[in-house]
């Protein structure tokens, strides 16, 4: 809960003069698009009036109120980013997944909201790297954002932080939400964001639900949209391709791999019920095998066997990889509201 690990928070440090230039924030996001193949339909969010991008963060969740928050962001067309604490998780894995399943971007904000800059190094890295396991178990996504507590870190953390993958975000704007303040001074303060640029807000406060709609209103008469923070810059961009939830363009059930690889992989589906399914994949060709799939959003995987899963940035491309099980992996899939999609296998390699 939020009131258990809040305590007080400092604004944010004078963060340097960042340069986000559209055209290769749209650059990468073709790139991205084109290496994963996945398909896109025209989003509110990616509309062609938005002149740049905000990153929407709201940490400290799951709490309680997590649903309300969804149903705030979800009814104002918002995709944010949400800094979750690791135990929090734990206590709610299924808050964080319908985190995901509402087309948030889930990241780390440590294991119970420690001062992390007194942590020795292994402390640091133990408390960051059991977070991620947290959050990949609740919601099939490895995180690849980190928000240090009360955003105070040094360079130890830092390096631990990014030998797990994980990007270190603080913020450029704090709307204050944690101190107290009005949803006109959190919606003041929000408006004070620019192209690139990220606030600070909370998960588990009613004046910052309030406070959502004319945040938005306002992002929008400067046509400014919601985006992704992206990994490798720590800045805000245009969403990655995986389209939103609502906009999940239906597909077919293709699952013939594509030929060459050095080995074949067939799916099968088992077992269907009403709110999921489970795949059967059998490899020939090969003992050791890398067989990519991907699914449909906003289907998302929820467990898997037989095999160690990966994923990559999207949360929808699964390498699954031999670990001695046999020549048949599986995974359960939850529709999430499309019960038509099927996996599809991207490829299968030998070795
Ligand atoms: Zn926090």
Do not use: K
């Not at 603080?170 to 690139?196: E, T």
Request: charged fraction near 10%; aromatic fraction near 6%; glycine fraction near 10%.
């Amino acid at each position: 809960m939020f009131a258990s690990i809040s305590g007080p928070r400092r604004p944010s440090p004078p963060r340097a003069a960042r340069h986000a230039r559209r055209l290769a924030v749209l650059a990468t996001a073709a790139a991205a698009l084109a290496a994963t193949g996945l398909a896109v339909a025209a989003t509110p969010s990616s509309a062609a009036a938005c002149n740049g991008y905000v990153g929407l963060t709201f940490d400290d969740g799951p709490t309680g109120s997590t649903n309300a928050l969804l149903s705030v962001l979800r009814a104002n067309n918002v995709r944010a980013t949400m800094f979750n604490v690791g135990q929090n998780v734990q206590g709610n894995p299924s808050a964080a997944r319908a985190q995901v399943d509402a087309g948030m971007w889930v990241a780390n904000h440590s294991w119970n909201h420690a001062h992390m800059t007194s942590m020795n190094q292994s402390q640091m890295q133990s408390d960051l790297s059991q977070t991620n396991s947290a959050i990949q178990s609740a919601t099939g996504v490895r995180p690849q954002l980190f928000r240090p507590p009360y955003g105070e870190t040094n360079s130890t953390l830092q390096s631990v932080a990014a030998s797990l993958g994980l990007r270190q975000v603080i913020w450029d704007v704090d709307s204050q939400d944690w101190n107290g303040a009005s949803v006109s001074q959190i919606v003041s303060n929000a408006g004070r964001l620019q192209d690139g640029q990220v606030i600070l807000m909370h998960d588990g406060i009613q004046n910052t639900r309030d406070a959502i709609p004319q945040i938005m209103a306002n992002l929008n008469s400067r046509g400014l949209c919601p985006g992704m923070i992206s990994p490798s810059t720590g800045r805000a961009v245009a969403p990655d391709g995986t389209p939103p939830p609502t906009t999940a363009p239906p597909t077919g059930s293709p699952t013939t791999p594509p030929p060459g690889g050095g080995c074949t992989a067939t799916a099968t589906f088992p077992n269907v019920w009403g709110d999921r399914y489970n795949t059967s994949v059998t490899v020939q060709g090969a003992s050791n095998w890398t067989v990519v799939v991907a699914v449909t959003a906003p289907q998302r995987v929820s467990t898997t066997w037989n095999g160690t899963a990966s994923w990559d940035s999207t949360g929808y491309v699964m390498t699954m990889r031999s670990n001695g099980s046999g020549n048949t992996f599986g995974f359960t899939t939850m529709m999430n509201g499309n019960s038509s999609a099927r996996p599809q296998i991207r490829s299968c390699t030998a070795g």
